[in-house]
């Protein structure tokens, strides 16, 4: 089967995976890490992408999304990829690819689901076992809407500020959220639709959607030959 393009439109939340190849570290110091993250912020600018979350893992990382424009998204995405991998090969004195292939994303319906993204970023830790509480993890957006840091990477999407009328509110609305969890169904729902690369979103929203590009957005009809099950990202 032909590989789909990627599901990019303008204004829409978009949530980004990119992988390690072979699984492997593509941090190794808390340099690198600092380096990547501001290599993400700056590109986001420079493309005019909002970026509105994100947790770094020692060998692969989560993105939200935002982009002005069709292109932002995959010339963001270009760029950090291409000068991440050559200062990460200058400073440990490799060569050769550092990523798995193209990065993994999907569209966000942004009432339904973007919220509910945040939430799975800030819990990627603590599913791999790295803390107990995200808060503890000191390289995603969660601190940042906790009220525990100010990250000036972050836009602030409309959405989080719906959840009270001040920021001590809001973010001890959001802190509730992330404490709350998220069913199975809502988190396979979420790496399913990124790793497959189709619409996160309800019927309506996917319906709209499907008018506004000829690429197909969702799965196919039931009957057809089943897909292998996603890994959890």
């Known amino acids: 089967m032909a590989r789909l393009p990627r599901l990019t439109v303008a204004g829409y939340p ?13 941090v190794r110091s808390d340099a690198d890490r600092e380096f990547l993250l501001e290599l993400v912020g700056e590109s986001a600018r420079q493309h005019q992408v909002a970026l509105n979350g994100y947790v770094l893992m020692d060998n692969h990382f989560h993105l939200l999304l935002t ?3 069709v292109q932002g998204v995959p010339l963001m ?4 990829g291409r000068r991440y991998v050559r200062y990460f090969n200058d400073r440990y004195h490799r060569s050769g ?6 990065y993994k994303s999907t569209l966000v319906q942004t009432e339904r689901y973007l919220l509910a993204c945040m939430v799975y970023l800030d819990l ?9 509480d995200p808060k503890n993890h000191l390289w995603s957006s969660h601190r940042h809407y906790i009220g525990q840091a100010s990250d000036r990477r972050i836009t602030t999407p409309p959405v989080y500020w719906g959840l009270g009328n001040t920021p001590f509110a809001r973010e001890a609305a959001y802190t509730d959220l992330v404490h709350s969890g998220q069913t199975a169904a809502e988190q396979g729902a979420i790496t399913d639709a990124t790793l497959h ?3 996160l979103g309800d ?5 709209e959607l499907q008018k506004r590009t000829p690429r197909r957005i969702a799965r196919g009809r039931p009957g057809r030959p089943a897909s292998r099950p996603p890994e959890d990202p």
Do not use: K, S, Y
Not at 124 to 132: D, E, F, I, S, T
């Open 77 to 80: 995405m270009q760029a950090v």
């Open 14 to 26: 978009h949530h980004v995976i990119q992988r390690g190849n072979n699984r492997q570290d593509i």
């Open 67 to 69: 982009p002005e424009t």
């Open 197 to 199: 690369g189709w619409a």
């Open 203 to 207: 019927a309506a929203f996917a319906a």
């Open 97 to 102: 690819t550092l990523w798995e292939g193209r």
């Open 124 to 132: 990627n830790p603590v599913r791999a076992g790295l803390v107990a």
